[in-house]
């Protein structure tokens, strides 16, 4: 029987939960909701650690209701496991879930990519971006770049007239940033590729070929799931190619076979 990973000897969830802040005029679940999401994603709740709704409650002063509504969602996501007489756990790596939301999420960019192909393209919002990312991507400031990236592929999907095509990437993608977060903090230069591999996707687009375009976009976001497999499986390592159906339907009974 799988058994989720456990978190470090370290981990304290009232320092993973500092800086949280809810605004008391606004609904409370979807605000726990993000803070928790962001926080999984960025492994300031690691893989494993018990997210313990009496804790959570207290520390953030609110009730167990819009908590456990937070909760739902995150199982929802895959993001974490919650089991009767247990509680809730961040739920452990879950290769078939990144390979999905990134088949979805390139079938998306790459239309996106092709439609600027040769359009007016608004340079002057994207050069501050791209400072931003080149800046970032200088000094390894993962934090930093991640969130200068977001704003670069919401700025396409925008200029090419299809802001909602990135409103779905974001809905679907919450697996893939939790891996580009754990890959860029843990392999240097991975900004400074990231953002080279920009570079070429603009070319790209500004070229005015629509296939060279979406090739660009293709080649960047496989890279994040080759540079994955690299690091899971460091030798002798091919081309990351789609798990079977089979494959994922046993990994998903294993996420949430126990521990």
Known sequence: MTRLKSPP???DLSTSLLGLSIDRDRSIGPQLYSHLRQRIINGQLPPGA??????????????????RAALQR???????VTKPQVGSIVAPRDEARIWEALFIRSAIEQQVAGRLAGNSFD???IQP?????EAAAAI???????????????LLASTAGVPRAWQLVQSVKAHVDRERFSLTSSIPGRSRRA??????????????????????????L???????????????????EAPSRAGRSRRAEKSLSGY
């Open 123 to 125: 340079e002057e919002a």
């Open 129 to 133: 971006i791209l400072a931003r990312q």
């Open 222 to 240: 496989d890279s994040v799931l080759d540079t994955s497999r690299m690091e899971q499986h460091p030798v002798g390592t091919a081309r990351v």
């Open 140 to 154: 390894d400031d993962y934090v930093s770049f991640f969130t200068a990236d977001e704003e670069f592929h919401a």
């Open 195 to 220: 953002f080279e591999e920009h570079l070429i996707l603009l070319r790209a687009i500004r070229s005015g070929n629509a296939e060279a375009a979406k090739t660009a976009m293709r080649q960047h």
């Open 9 to 11: 000897d370290s981990f």
């Open 74 to 80: 995150l199982a929802s996501d895959g993001l974490i």
């Open 50 to 67: 018990p997210i313990h709704e009496n804790e959570v409650a207290e520390l953030c002063h609110i009730s167990r209701t819009p908590l």
